[in-house]
């Protein structure tokens, strides 16, 4: 089926997602009802079902979206990045593009945090939230092993101490609804990699 300018209408599936994830971010995954879902994305309920095996499956999905979605933040911030320090301010620099993006209801902080957070422990969710978080302490990690190639020990150490910085600036930039605090530490962690 096609839109009235022959542009392909987006599948089923892919507008279910859609709605997904504007609504899982504004209203929270237990907030959010399959009605809501369903209405937004404009199909029948059983397209849902058709493409997802449960909300469960589709809340997982909806996280593996929201990684690629910051992998691709970084990946394009990673292009202007000359040397691993500027590698690992790209971290910081897609946080903030994150942040800044044009939300419904405004930035409430990371979609993936938040969603682990209505999540119980042991839910797969929780686990791939980690595996995000995780990734991007390795690629941080990397990065510095780069500029401290013969000490593993400080590089293991200064990620996790980068990374602390970077989630605790997410953390208040969500309250703040903006991103000064991820400049800010960003700024922070800049004069840190000037003395390496």
């Not at 690629?68 to 990946?75: H, M, P, T």
């Not at 978080?133 to 780069?146: D, G, R």
């Amino acid at each position: 089926m096609t839109t009235t300018d022959d542009t392909p209408r987006p599948s089923a599936h892919d507008r279910l997602m859609q709605a997904a994830m504007v609504l899982f971010y504004n209203h929270g995954i237990t907030g959010t009802g399959i009605d809501s879902i369903v209405q937004r994305a404009g199909v029948a309920k059983k397209s849902l079902y058709n493409n997802f095996a449960s909300k469960s499956d589709l809340v997982n999905q909806y996280l593996q979206a929201r990684h690629a979605e910051w992998l691709d933040l970084y990946r394009h911030r990673l292009k202007a990045a000359n040397d691993p320090a500027q590698r690992i301010l790209a971290v910081f620099d897609a946080y903030q593009d994150h942040a800044e993006f044009a939300y419904e209801r405004g930035f409430r902080g990371c979609g993936l945090l938040n969603a682990a957070a209505e999540l119980e422990a042991g839910d797969e969710g929780r686990t791939a939230v980690r595996q995000h978080k995780e990734e991007v302490e390795a690629i941080i990690a990397q990065h510095l092993t780069s500029l401290l190639p013969t000490d593993p020990d400080r590089v293991t150490a200064l990620a996790a101490h980068i990374a602390f910085l970077l989630e605790g600036a997410m953390a208040r930039a969500g309250l703040d609804g903006n991103s000064t605090r991820v400049v800010t530490a960003r700024a922070i962690v800049h004069d840190m990699l000037k003395v390496l």
